[in-house]
């Protein structure tokens, strides 16, 4: 696995740029206070930490798998009538940014569309508007760009992202140094306090109703645990051979495996069940330690 990195570059200060943060999870998971005691993951929006560029400029760090960089930053623009520049590197394949001013989406630039099946003209750099608004030639930045596709740049993505900021005048020296200066957006103790604890198979096999054989499940059980995915799982009914729906289902779980199986009989085939499906369900470990403590 390659590196993954989200920042927003936030207009305002941190103080100003906290609130925001806290309003954007309240409004979509409420109150952070009232959060439900391990109800959340790591890479929940409240794990975010902050940092000061200038008395007027304060960057935001996401998680590292958060998927809320571009709603979080456009709202974080919005709620503070700011400019936010928001930054990811993506599996050491390829950076991209967006800049937001007043909550709009400006423009946006992507290293290399095609490896997020993304159209190449979706993703070109409006240089006039980063002149606008940072103040900076837009020949330096066109030619920043035509340098790097002609792959004169580095091909370190996240070194390239950096040298992009860095034609924007921003202090990349402050944004990169990543063990310093950087605060949680919540206090350890609250954190501790909503976030789940991660589960092993060693803890699944202190419940109640562990077995190293298979455990056989019912179609509520199925429900009860996976209600949220059944559309996925019925897909999987249908016979390798002849492609005919399977009738007579089974269903298991494998804690050693951490893993959901379906085993099903075809009417046209006949035989004995073939498995259908061996869906591994690390996913949902609470889920399954509260249905083997039932």
Known sequence: MGNFLSFALVHKSINETKKSILDYSKINQGDYKTIPEESIEKENILYSKLKTLDKQT???????????????????SSD????????HVYDDDVWLIYLFDKGKELTRYASNPTLIEEKKEDWRLDSKMMMYT???????????????????????????????LKELHYPIDIIQDFNFGYKSLLPSKELKRITKTFLTVDDLRKTKKYSPE????????????????????SS????????????????????????????????SCGGQPNLLLNYGFIHKMSEVRNFLNK
Do not use: H
Request: net charge negative.
């Open 58 to 76: 304060s960057i935001v760090l996401l998680p590292t798998f958060s998927n809320e960089l571009y709603d979080c930053s456009k709202s974080l």
């Open 80 to 87: 503070q009538d700011a400019k936010v520049l928001a930054a």
């Open 134 to 164: 940072y103040g900076i030639s837009t020949d330096s930045l066109d030619t920043f760009l035509k340098n790097r596709e002609n792959k004169k740049e580095t091909g370190d993505v996240t070194i390239e992202l950096f040298n992009f």
């Open 214 to 233: 298979v455990i056989s499940l019912s179609n509520e059980d199925v429900n009860e645990l996976f209600g949220d995915e059944i559309d996925f799982i």
């Open 236 to 267: 999987y009914q249908i016979c390798q051979t002849c492609g005919v729906s399977t009738t007579a289902n089974e269903y298991y779980l494998s804690i050693d495996t951490l893993c959901f199986q379906i085993k099903g009989s075809c009417i």
